[in-house]
C-alpha cells in the first residue's frame, strides 16, 4: 500500500447529472487526459474524492476487482471494436468504466432508500 503522501489527486473533470428517474446522482470522469495514470488509481483517487475519504482510508479496491486485470483490460481496450461497460461495486457506489473513454460512479440505491416505518 502507498504511504499517505504518494497519492496525489489529479485535477478530473467530474460530472453530476441524475439517473434516468432524476433522483440518484451520476457522478462521471472522463478518462481521455487519464492515460498517465492506471484505471485503479483514478477509481480509488475519485471515489475518496466522492467520499471525503482520504484513500488510505478505503477499503482495499482489490477487495472488488481484480485490479491487476482492470488496469489490463482497460489499457488494452483499443483492442475492442464492440464498445462495452465494466461494471463492479466499490466503497457504496457502483463503479462503471464505459468503453475506457470514462469512469461512472453511481451510489448504491439503498444510500437512498427511505426507511419504512
Known amino acids: 500500500m502507498l504511504n499517505k503522501h504518494h497519492w496525489v489527486s489529479y485535477p478530473s473533470i467530474m460530472n453530476v447529472e441524475t439517473n434516468g428517474d432524476g433522483d440518484i446522482p ?3 470522469v472522463d478518462l481521455d487526459g487519464a492515460t498517465d495514470r ?13 467520499t471525503g475519504k482520504d484513500p ?3 477499503e482495499p479496491l ?3 476487482v481484480d485490479t491487476d486485470a482492470l488496469d489490463s483490460f482497460v489499457a488494452h481496450e483499443c483492442d475492442f471494436s464492440t ?3 465494466l461494471a463492479f461495486e466499490y466503497e457504496g457506489y457502483t463503479v462503471e468504466v464505459i468503453s475506457g473513454q470514462r ?3 453511481t ?3 439503498e444510500a437512498f432508500s427511505s426507511p419504512t416505518v
Request: aromatic letters at 12%.
Open 26 to 28: 451520476v457522478h462521471n
Open 103 to 105: 469512469l461512472q460512479f
Open 107 to 109: 451510489p448504491n440505491t
Open 56 to 58: 488510505e482510508n478505503l
Open 62 to 64: 482489490w477487495d472488488s
Open 38 to 50: 492506471s484505471i485503479s488509481y483514478t477509481v480509488i483517487t475519485s471515489i475518496a474524492d466522492l
Open 83 to 85: 464498445p462495452y461497460r
